[in-house]
């Protein structure tokens, strides 16, 4: 499945909300800033990649990449 920056950001802040998570402690334990977090649930496009996955990591969102078969690069 594919997300949008926007659709990471809103899948991270309902985790992070059902997980009842404050964006400060969130942004404490995956090693982040305030500012970061509240950026990366608006779905800045321009976030760090490194830090976003911690993110994910932290809240235990999994990620799947997939690498297109020799079909689809056509």
């Known amino acids: ?11 991270i802040r309902q985790t992070r909300k059902s997980l009842g998570v404050t ?6 334990t995956s090693g982040t800033g305030l500012r970061f977090i509240i950026e990366l649930e608006k779905g800045k496009a321009t976030c760090q990649m490194g ?9 235990g969102i999994q990620q799947e990449l997939t690498a297109p078969t020799a079909d689809h690069r056509n």
């Open 1 to 11: 499945m594919y997300y949008s920056v926007m659709q990471l950001g809103k899948l």
């Open 23 to 28: 964006q400060r402690d969130l942004a404490f």
């Open 51 to 59: 830090k976003v996955l911690q993110v994910l990591q932290t809240l």
